[in-house]
């Protein structure tokens, strides 16, 4: 299971004074969307970008990218997604 939050310390400071707290921050990591494309004849890898996220769902991250910016049009133009770096 991917952690989506973490605890961290933290002091709150109120018109009574300051006490220590805990707060949870969302994780977010990298995620280079790429697109595998015929160049020349030869099956080329392109990148196309970097988002910022919270772990999980990237394959539906992704494609729903795709949809919104008009790079595809139809669920059927995507022939597959794959992960290519740790998870």
Do not use: K, N
């Not at 709150?12 to 969302?26: F, H, Q, S």
């Amino acid at each position: 299971m991917t952690r989506l939050a973490v605890g961290v310390p933290v002091v709150r400071i109120t018109a009574d004074g300051a006490c220590d707290g805990r707060d949870e921050l969302a994780i977010e990591e990298p995620l280079e969307i790429s697109l595998e494309c015929v160049d020349a004849g030869v099956w080329r890898r392109r990148p196309l970008l970097i988002a910022m996220r919270t772990p999980g769902q990237d394959a539906a991250l992704a494609a729903g990218f795709l949809w919104g910016e008009g790079v595809v049009r139809r669920a059927d133009e995507i022939r597959s997604t794959a992960s290519c770096g740790p998870i």
